[in-house]
């Protein structure tokens, strides 16, 4: 518990490091140009604790969903951010020059905080699964109704020792780049089938199919069902479950169930929908030695599936690599940018309440903080960059936004009407909490899923049937390479 409440800490100081790095950035730029900056503020609503320095109320707030620096020159934010009253009023008023370079000035320090963390990543390098070479391509899978389908990669003609080259076009790098082309890809059949042209070298000729990905768990995420050469390795026992009266421990490697290797936990998966009751033989691999346990899946209280009743992650072949700054922000970007095509895109399957809120991003970054530190400095670089990317879309309340309504009013000549401009901002302000309730509310499904607490026959954190290993942080969708859990079984 004590170890749980560390990682936490860790997870919500980060945080809250990457929103102040953002604001410090308005800060700094609001002092260099002479604007009046009131409150410098981390959360929303009103104050709890702070001080005042140099005519700046430093606080912490009582919605710990962001921040914000108080710019009255700038937009007159007072009420929404906490204030009580009409703060410029009788201020003088700033230039265009000056509401562009403070609002883009948050952005900005998120890219170099972002950069100077990809510099530490640069050296140290970091440990990902290079190969876009598939091992397993699973004849079957479980799609997101339970059913069992055949496995849209097979269907496709796709095979082991095949080499994926392209997704739609766009150069694959590595596997978790291949999973994200898939997952946020927007073609779609007049059938209304989701449709990707996957490019592979098979032996030294390049070949384009035709897939048609499947949606698999409550997420109804694309995929198609291909693995990179993976060991399955238990990381969670669930108690009173049967694999933990049979004595698996995590760390076991199941590697058979009655005599068939398990090729995938897509095959797993198949397996368990496919079994007509009684004991299954499941072979572990403990400590080198194969460990045969009997165990019979049962359906426990509020499911209707069989389970073996354990969490586990994939072992993946991986390289370390050391990839630049720039490779690493343009990846992360890239990422960003097809997640928001997706999400508008009715070709896609990617919908909102993918995304994640502040109970995702700090899911994501206690997960990170586990897995160690390398892993939580990339997450926070990755981040950075969302938060740069976010904050500067043309929406009344961010940065973008401000720098919208900037631009109007210069090229109309006249500021906009106090009353429209409060009427935007409000609206956006009911729009962006309205989204982060609706999004935490799948937040907390997923976390609670994590913990083994109303999990039925999908994932855990969204990882799909033996293909994918996707987290949602952020605002944006987008892969990790570390290990994550799941108790489908």
């Known amino acids: 518990m004590l170890l749980n409440i560390f990682y936490i800490a860790i997870a919500l100081l980060a945080l809250s490091f990457c929103i102040f790095i953002h604001e410090l950035g308005h800060f700094i730029a609001a002092k260099k140009r002479g604007l009046i900056a009131d409150r410098f503020s981390i959360g929303f609503g009103p104050r709890l604790f702070g001080w005042k320095w140099r005519g700046t109320d430093f606080r912490i707030s009582l919605l710990p969903l962001g921040g914000y620096v108080s710019l009255p020159q700038l937009a007159d934010m007072g009420r929404l951010e906490g204030g009580e009253e009409d703060e410029a009023d009788d201020l003088p008023p700033i230039s265009y020059a000056d509401k562009m370079i403070v609002a883009v000035m948050g952005a900005v320090f998120n890219i170099i905080l972002a950069f100077c963390l990809s510099l530490v990543l640069w050296g140290v390098g970091r440990d990902i699964v290079k190969t876009t070479t598939i091992d397993v391509v699973p004849e079957q899978i479980v799609n997101s109704e339970g059913e069992v389908v055949a496995g849209p990669g097979f269907e496709a003609g796709l095979q082991s020792g095949d080499t994926v080259l392209e997704i739609n076009g766009e150069h694959i790098n590595d596997w978790m780049h291949l999973q994200n082309a898939v997952m946020t890809s927007t073609g779609r059949e007049d059938d209304g089938r989701p449709s990707v042209e996957v490019t592979v070298l098979r032996g030294k000729e390049p070949l384009t199919v035709t897939a048609y990905p499947v949606l698999i768990t409550s997420e109804d995420i694309r995929t198609l069902a291909l693995q990179p050469g993976t060991e399955l390795?238990?990381?969670?026992?669930?108690?009173?479950?049967?694999?933990?009266?049979?004595?698996?421990?995590?760390?076991?490697?199941?590697?058979e169930?009655?005599?068939?290797?398990?090729?995938?936990?897509?095959?797993?998966?198949?397996?368990?929908?496919?079994?007509k009751g009684g004991l299954i033989d499941v072979t572990v691999l403990r400590e080198g030695?194969?460990?045969?346990?009997?165990?019979?899946?049962?359906?426990?209280?509020?499911?209707?599936?069989?389970?073996?009743?354990?969490?586990?992650?994939?072992?993946?072949?991986?390289?370390?690599?050391?990839?630049?700054?720039?490779?690493?922000?343009?990846?992360?970007?890239?990422?960003?940018?097809?997640?928001?095509?997706?999400?508008?895109?009715?070709?896609?399957?990617?919908?909102?309440?993918?995304?994640?809120?502040?109970?995702?991003?700090?899911?994501?970054?206690?997960?990170?903080?586990?897995?160690?530190?390398?892993?939580?400095?990339?997450?926070?670089?990755?981040?950075?960059?969302?938060?740069?990317?976010?904050?500067?879309?043309?929406?009344?309340?961010?940065?973008?936004?401000?720098?919208?309504?900037?631009?109007?009013?210069?090229?109309?000549?006249?500021?906009?009407?106090?009353?429209?401009?409060?009427?935007?901002?409000?609206?956006?302000?009911?729009?962006?909490?309205?989204?982060?309730?609706?999004?935490?509310?799948?937040?907390?499904?997923?976390?609670?899923?994590?913990?083994?607490?109303?999990?039925?026959?999908?994932?855990?954190?969204?990882?799909?049937?033996?293909?994918?290993?996707?987290?949602?942080?952020?605002?944006?969708?987008?892969?990790?390479?570390?290990?994550?859990?799941?108790?489908?079984?």
């Open 233 to 255: 390795v238990v990381s969670m026992v669930q108690e009173n479950m049967p694999a933990f009266e049979a004595g698996m421990l995590p760390g076991d490697q199941p590697i």
């Open 257 to 275: 169930l009655n005599d068939e290797p398990i090729t995938s936990s897509a095959f797993l998966s198949v397996y368990l929908k496919n079994h």
């Open 289 to 489: 030695e194969e460990v045969v346990l009997p165990i019979e899946p049962r359906i426990a209280a509020g499911e209707d599936s069989p389970r073996f009743g354990f969490a586990y992650y994939y072992e993946a072949q991986t390289e370390r690599v050391h990839l630049n700054p720039i490779e690493q922000i343009s990846a992360m970007a890239r990422t960003m940018k097809s997640t928001l095509v997706a999400l508008v895109s009715p070709k896609s399957d990617v919908k909102v309440r993918n995304m994640s809120g502040p109970v995702g991003i700090v899911h994501g970054l206690t997960a990170m903080a586990r897995y160690g530190w390398i892993d939580l400095v990339w997450f926070l670089a990755l981040i950075n960059v969302n938060l740069a990317i976010f904050n500067v879309l043309p929406i009344p309340v961010l940065d973008g936004g401000h720098m919208l309504f900037a631009t109007i009013s210069k090229i109309i000549g006249r500021p906009l009407p106090r009353k429209f401009m409060e009427g935007a901002y409000t609206a956006c302000v009911v729009i962006l909490f309205s989204f982060v309730i609706y999004v935490s509310f799948f937040d907390v499904k997923r976390v609670g899923q994590d913990m083994g607490i109303g999990q039925g026959d999908e994932t855990s954190n969204v990882e799909p049937e033996g293909t994918l290993n996707v987290e949602l942080p952020t605002s944006n969708v987008e892969s990790t390479e570390a290990p994550s859990t799941k108790d489908p079984e």
